[in-house]
């Protein structure tokens, strides 16, 4: 830290201080910086110091002096100590534990014709908000649209979640994955279950992209890993992510069994990949299907293709983008003609 770069040079936080010396002690002795430059040298009232991926100049002046964030390996969360200039210091662990909110259950139908509007997320991809009451916080499910086709300005990174699946409804894309061989194309009917933090980038899409995106907790972060490089050259299917493993599912490979009432299902294979966190199948049919009372959490269903009636606190017609979700302990049934239906169980 503090080397020139001849391309982007380098920055640094200013911070006021009144009196150097006190302060300068602090961020020493207590934090750990380390001295880069300071002046005058008989009387010192400005220092520029370098620690924990900070450059802070410390001078004289007035306003606000900050809050500064240090994560300690095991360290509890929570304030700490104020340096004598009034900066403030708040501790974090680096791997903080996953905040899971308490589920709190609710009966949804989303559709695609009256919103919610979607919007402009990361790397340009466009999100519709599919459980917009996002059950306490414990679950989120989002409709992502990339249209046309080319290079997608995303990076690599790793999610800090429970779990996190990724359904190709239209459309292709290209991803890559930490320690799972050379990129691939992702397409329709495909889906990828991405382990806690597993190191991940999408390349491009092509033929006017959308998924559909499930994750646990609604709110999570998104962390640029900046020092890997995919592909890794290695390709370790059993690798453990967290407890899970990644796992494709290729819609052409995977096999189709009898749902009842002349319904089939093709199993995405999660279940066991995940470790019992998320499971997920395809369902297509003609006519009316009473499925099994929801006796988990999560019951998330998605229209792909088609229009179908759902009986569940009444009568619902949906069309192909509608979602809906059922609470458990709930009984529910699915009628249409040709209809194909994504269901998610967590």
């Not at 002046?39 to 400005?46: G, I, L, Y």
């Not at 919007?119 to 414990?138: H, K, Q, W």
């Not at 890559?176 to 597993?198: K, N, R, S």
Request: aromatic share 8%; charged share 20%.
């Amino acid at each position: 830290m503090g080397a020139t770069d001849k391309q982007s040079g380098w920055a640094e936080v200013v911070l006021p201080c009144a009196e150097l010396a006190p302060a300068l002690r602090f961020f020493t002795e207590e934090l750990g910086f380390r001295v880069e430059a300071i002046f005058p040298a008989d009387e010192p009232h400005t220092a520029t110091i370098s620690g924990h991926g900070l450059r802070l100049r410390l001078q004289p002046g007035h306003g606000d002096p900050g809050l500064i964030r240090i994560a300690r390996p095991g360290a509890p969360g929570g304030p700490g100590p104020t340096a004598p200039n009034g900066t403030r210091i708040e501790w974090m662990d680096p791997e903080p534990t996953i905040d899971v909110p308490t589920f709190a259950p609710e009966f949804l139908v989303t559709r695609a014709a009256d919103g919610p509007a979607a919007g402009e997320g990361r790397a340009g991809m466009v999100y519709r908000d599919l459980i917009p009451g996002r059950l306490g916080g414990r679950y989120i499910a989002s409709c992502i649209v990339v249209p046309g086709a080319g290079p997608v300005a995303d990076w690599v990174h790793f999610h800090r979640i429970a779990f996190q699946l990724i359904f190709c409804r239209r459309g292709r894309v290209r991803l890559v994955y930490e320690d799972q061989g050379e990129p691939f194309w992702m397409q329709a009917g495909d889906c990828v279950l991405q382990p806690p933090t597993i190191r991940h980038r999408v390349l491009e899409s092509a033929d006017d992209l959308e998924v559909v995106e499930v994750t646990s907790p609604a709110l999570h972060e998104t962390l640029a890993d900046h020092a890997m490089t995919l592909p890794t050259g290695r390709d370790l299917p059993d690798r453990d992510f967290g407890g899970q493993r990644y796992r494709l599912c290729r819609a052409a490979g995977a096999a189709w069994s009898d749902a009842g009432a002349g319904w089939t299902a093709q199993d995405l294979g999660l279940a066991a990949p995940s470790g019992g966190a998320v499971s997920a199948r395809v369902l297509r049919g003609t006519g009316r299907l009473a499925a099994p009372v929801n006796a988990g959490e999560l019951l998330f269903g998605f229209v792909l293709d088609g229009s179908a009636e759902l009986v569940c606190r009444g009568s619902h017609r949906l069309a192909g983008g509608d979602a809906f979700v059922i609470p458990p302990g709930e009984a529910w049934a699915i009628a249409g003609d040709g209809v194909a239906l994504l269901e998610v169980r967590a």
